[in-house]
């Protein structure tokens, strides 16, 4: 049981620049969702699902996008990168009991 | 909206020490209450929750007690260890269909030896 994986584990990129986040969970959880954290400003949902083929936005969505195909994955897309979008980035999926289980990180940095 | 208010760090305490971090919320409604910790460099994992008022949530020597009076949802723990060292954040999940989730900023706790 892998719980769940994120990749890349850490990323540069140019200011306009895209990039794909992939998170993974083998949980066969309904529930995912994408947070970016950020230095005195605890962790901000950017999109969730509930379900696949779901989605919806979040507090800070701006600048990102989000698909999930298939149960087991939930992608997090950055179409044209900004500074403002250098964070750590975590995905989570939710059981039942509403307990959430976080991958270990996407560390993003945007010159 | 909903949110969720923890106090600020970091905390530093000595081994054995007694460590509280005060959290409140604002919701609609009961939410459930939840506490999280992050270990450097890893991700977040539930310490323990709480899905109504007066419940006491529990695991490795800490506590929580729901108040829905003082809508308040306070971590204690009586010794504290070296290892307990971590960023504390306090989170709420909200009533609607949805279930979003709120977190707190996080406390930032550094135990000595």
């Known amino acids: 049981n892998a719980g769940v994986t994120q990749t890349p584990k850490f990323r540069v990129l140019k200011t306009g620049q895209s990039m794909t986040l992939l998170c993974a969970q083998d949980m066969n959880h309904e529930y995912m969702y994408w947070y970016r954290q950020d230095p005195g400003m605890g962790l901000r949902l950017i999109h969730y699902?509930?379900?696949?083929?779901?989605?919806a936005k979040g507090e800070v969505p701006d600048g990102y996008n989000v698909s999930r195909l298939k149960k087991q994955n939930f992608l997090l897309g950055l179409e044209s990168a900004a500074p403002s979008q250098t964070s750590v980035y975590f995905c989570a999926s939710r059981d039942t009991r509403e307990t959430q289980y976080f991958g270990p990180g996407t560390r993003l940095l945007v010159l | 909206g909903n949110s969720v208010t923890q106090m600020e760090g970091p905390v530093t305490l000595s081994e054995e020490a007694f460590l509280t971090i005060n959290c409140t919320y604002t919701a609609t409604g009961y939410p459930s209450l939840f506490w999280y910790v992050q270990y450097p460099g890893e991700g977040l994992q539930l310490l323990l929750k709480?899905?109504?008022?007066?419940d006491k949530g529990s695991n490795k020597g800490f506590e929580a007690t729901y108040r829905k009076e003082t809508t308040s949802f306070h971590l204690e723990k009586g010794s504290v260890q070296v290892s307990d060292s971590a960023v504390y954040f306090c989170a709420l999940r909200s009533t609607d269909s949805w279930g979003k989730f709120q977190f707190g900023a996080g406390t930032q706790v550094v135990v000595t030896p």
């Open positions: 699902s509930v379900g696949e083929g779901t989605t």
């Open positions: 709480a899905t109504k008022a007066d």
